[in-house]
């Protein structure tokens, strides 16, 4: 959950790239798309997530290697969401060609 990842955040560290792996950095298997992409099979799920809370959540689950993120425009948190991925990508943790979102 989201809450658990914006806890831990402080003790994780930065994975490699998923495209030098044939697993997710979380340990997951992958599926391969008809695009030739590997996309992790568990992604972090952001719908109900507490304002002020997601933004942490992505950029906590991004470093403990999630890849693959579930968002939506129903959900209303895009904003933060965005926050949390430009401040990724300005710090070299992620690619934005290495995510699923």
Known sequence: SPRRYAKNCSTLGYPGRMSDKKQCQTGGSTVKLLSGYEMPMVGLGTWKS????????????????????????????????????????????????????
């Open 50 to 101: 507490k304002p002020g809370e997601v933004e942490k959540a992505v950029k906590c689950a991004i470093k403990a290697g999630y890849r693959h993120l579930d968002c939506a425009f129903i959900y209303r948190n895009e904003a933060e969401i965005g926050a949390a991925l430009k401040w990724c990508f300005e710090e070299k943790i992620v690619r934005r060609e290495d995510l699923f979102v």
